[in-house]
């Protein structure tokens, strides 16, 4: 179950980092001796999350990089492994209700509610803190605590055996695309944490959707994600609204106010290469506008690349054409899309054009994603 990852190079640190497989706790007729090394594996890792470690483990959405809320010294380890920047804040995962008693200092009836709907479920809801409950390092000096209860039994496994909350942001390098596969996690931070566990491709693709619910009944949605604004409508009473940090085009600017949601300030999950995206009401003059873009690049000698939907696939060509699926099917472009930027890289595109998608429903999260990745670089046709 446990190997060692040859480590990488690392600006910050040098160290072996464990990997330990436990896909096997996916499967529902595993033997029950493997069964038994994948626990003793999430023992493993949660002795060293509890001991001031840093673990990336798989969840729902992507593969987050966790370590002991409450432990300052662990919790910088994050920021120094992922380059990421000190004002923007964390979120803090639990296995169980009861750990909320000491990290929140209450819950209102609106976030009960969402609770009751959406926990487990990649759903973060950001409440008043209690004073200390957390290193400042999580909230990055704010009131407030972003708490959510993933929907990964491999998650809630391993906090639950480490007996601490678990801050975790993505298990990647700062900027880069999100991971959605232990490999992916490994490419990035291998050499610079305690260990991975390995339990398969996550199921959502996208982050959390994080909101503030009030007591009034509004939900303001700081991140879109997983849950849909739509969802919450039909169980937040005073309805749903965006911060108005969504609103506006662009990253906020360095010295700008602390971020109160993580994804709310930096641009994030970018290839290496120059991206741009295309929105336009017709398809075909969207493609043609793409495609004469593909080919200017291509004449001056970039390696070109496109994401694109199902539905308009015929109408392209490039050196790399990646599939996001059918836009009847968002939630195939939710799962593909961060595996889809890493693969950009390894190909060593260095011009990428993408699709824009409708932005109902889980099309919200993916264009926020896009547009992080492409640097706000939009065209409208």
Not at 30 to 36: F, S, V
Not at 181 to 204: F, M, Q, S
Not at 313 to 331: C, F, K, M, R
Request: glycine share 10%; net charge negative; proline share 6%.
């Amino acid at each position: 179950m446990m190997d060692t990852e040859h480590s990488k190079s690392n600006k910050n640190e040098n160290r072996d980092t464990q990997w330990w497989d436990v896909t096997v706790l996916n499967e529902t007729n595993g033997e029950a001796a493997a069964l038994a090394m994948a626990e003793i594996a999430v023992g493993e890792a949660a002795e060293i999350l509890a001991s001031g470690g840093i673990v990336a483990f798989p969840t729902e959405t992507v593969y987050g990089l966790g370590a002991d809320a409450r432990n300052t010294q662990a919790v910088e380890r994050i920021f120094a492994a992922k380059g990421r920047p000190s004002d923007n804040p964390l979120i803090v995962h639990i296995a169980e209700m009861a750990q909320l008693e000491g990290l929140v200092t209450e819950v209102n009836e609106t976030e009960r509610r969402l609770m009751e709907a959406f926990w487990p479920g990649p759903l973060t809801l950001v409440m008043p803190a209690v004073p200390g409950a957390v290193s400042p390092r999580v909230t990055a000096g704010l009131s407030t605590v972003a708490v959510r209860m993933p929907a990964h039994d491999v998650a809630l496994r391993l906090i639950a055996a480490a007996g601490c909350p678990v801050a975790a942001p993505s298990a990647n390098r700062s900027g880069r695309p999100s991971p959605t596969l232990a490999r992916h996690v490994g490419e990035d931070l291998a050499g610079a944490i305690d260990g991975i566990v390995d339990g398969g491709p996550t199921g959502v693709g996208v982050e959390s959707t994080v909101v503030e619910a009030g007591r009034d009944g509004t939900v303001t949605v700081l991140r879109p994600g997983g849950i849909t604004a739509e969802q919450l409508a039909r169980v937040a009473a005073g309805g749903v609204k965006l911060d108005i940090a969504l609103q506006s085009e662009g990253d906020a600017q360095p010295g700008s106010p602390a971020p109160r949601s993580p994804g709310m300030k930096y641009t994030h999950y970018a290839p290496r290469g120059v991206m741009r995206i295309v929105k336009g009401p017709a398809p075909e003059v969207v493609a043609t506008h793409i495609q004469a873009a593909l080919d200017e690049a291509t004449a001056r000698g970039e390696i070109t690349g496109l994401l694109a939907f199902d539905e308009h696939l015929p109408l392209y060509h490039a050196e790399t054409v990646i599939s996001l699926g059918s836009l009847d099917q968002l939630e195939t472009a939710a799962h593909r899309l961060y595996a889809a930027l890493r693969r950009l890289d390894e190909d060593g595109v260095t011009f990428i054009m993408a699709e824009a998608c409708p932005e109902e429903g889980l099309g919200s999260a993916i264009m926020n994603r896009l547009l992080k990745a492409a640097g706000h670089n939009v065209t409208y046709v």
